[in-house]
């Protein structure tokens, strides 16, 4: 991930070293450069746009500084510009006053739901909270079963229908396991929900509906980040439907070109709260948009 990236903006900064001062030229020349190298990285072109005018604006400003040389002023700048659009602070989660805490997921299928579920509740356990996971995905046959898998390695209870009560209903299921959870002393609820291959309107209703049953503290929307520009489409279709607070990006390690993460945050307003980077329980964290532009400009 944003291997590419990373490497057009080095060759970029390269050019300038060894110059004195950087002229009108020569801030034009590495905007256009930058503005290549963000496209060619998939990042949304509003996006580019304002990092851009925002970089050229700044290089030719008075932020002249004895310490630094030209390049390292401008690597300085896309760094500061890069963390910005990438959200500035570190979004953490938001617990309820009174537990449990409901975080409700939301995405496509295939986006990493389900995985992203158990890697969160591995996550949230390493830090003493006791979370369940409830199974309301119930579209598709395998996705209580896949839930239960994921619950045992991340050795986290799972609240699924019980056998013989029929498949139940997703907002049944969700409503119960706040009462459930509150019984057995879990103080943060995980809910997953049902994901299609596309945008369709029954499952935004259906995420709709548990959204107001259950009224969650945080709804993530899960999307991954090698989908390119689809993922802001996509983003954008379940702030519409459905709403959320914050977005989970998957499949970070992925040959992904980065535009996804670097596009969401400035278009949805939404931040970017947690980053998964592999198949592994382990593989996620909180994301740090600090982190991540030093990646980018490594
Ligand atoms: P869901 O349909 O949204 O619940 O998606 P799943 O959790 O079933 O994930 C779909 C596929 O993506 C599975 O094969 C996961 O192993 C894989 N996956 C999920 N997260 C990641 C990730 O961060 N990196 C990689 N490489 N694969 C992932």
Redesign the pocket.
């Known amino acids: 991930m944003f291997e590419t990236l990373s490497d057009r903006l080095t060759s970029v900064f390269s050019s300038l070293r060894g110059k004195g001062r950087l002229s009108e030229e020569d801030i034009n020349a590495t905007a256009r450069e930058i503005r290549l190298a963000l496209l060619e990285a998939d990042v949304a072109l509003p996006v580019v746009r304002e990092f851009i005018s925002r970089v050229k604006e700044r290089a030719r400003g008075e932020e002249v500084s004895k310490a630094l040389n030209p390049a390292q002023q401008v690597i300085k700048i896309v760094n500061e510009e890069l963390v910005e659009i990438l959200g500035g602070e570190t979004r953490q989660v938001r617990f309820a006053k009174n537990p449990p805490t409901v975080i409700m997921?939301a995405?496509?299928?295939?986006?990493?739901?389900?995985?992203?579920?158990g890697?969160l509740a591995k996550w949230l356990s390493d830090d003493r909270n006791t979370p369940l996971l409830v199974a309301a995905?119930l579209q598709?046959p395998n996705?209580v079963t896949?839930l239960q898998v994921?619950g045992e390695r991340a050795g986290t209870p799972v609240f699924a229908p019980q056998p013989g009560n029929g498949v139940g209903d997703p907002v049944s299921v969700a409503r119960e396991s706040i009462e459930h959870a509150r019984r057995n002393n879990h103080n943060v609820v995980i809910i997953?929900t049902a994901?299609r291959l596309g945008v369709d309107t029954e499952m935004m209703q259906q995420a709709a509906d548990i959204r107001d049953a259950v009224s969650p503290d945080e709804i993530l929307f899960?999307v991954?980040a090698m989908i390119g520009q689809d993922a802001v489409n996509t983003a954008q279709a379940f702030l519409d439907g459905v709403g959320y607070d914050a977005v989970a990006l998957?499949?970070?390690?992925?040959d992904a070109r980065g535009g996804a993460a670097l596009s969401i945050r400035h278009l949805t307003g939404r931040p970017i709260m947690f980053a998964?980077?592999?198949?592994k329980l382990e593989?996620?964290d909180l994301f740090h948009p600090d982190r991540m532009a030093s990646r980018i400009l490594d």
């Open positions: 997921l995405g496509l299928q295939g986006a990493g739901k389900t995985t992203l579920a890697k995905d598709r996705a896949q994921v997953d994901g899960v991954d998957t499949k970070l390690d992925g998964s980077t592999g198949e593989d996620f």
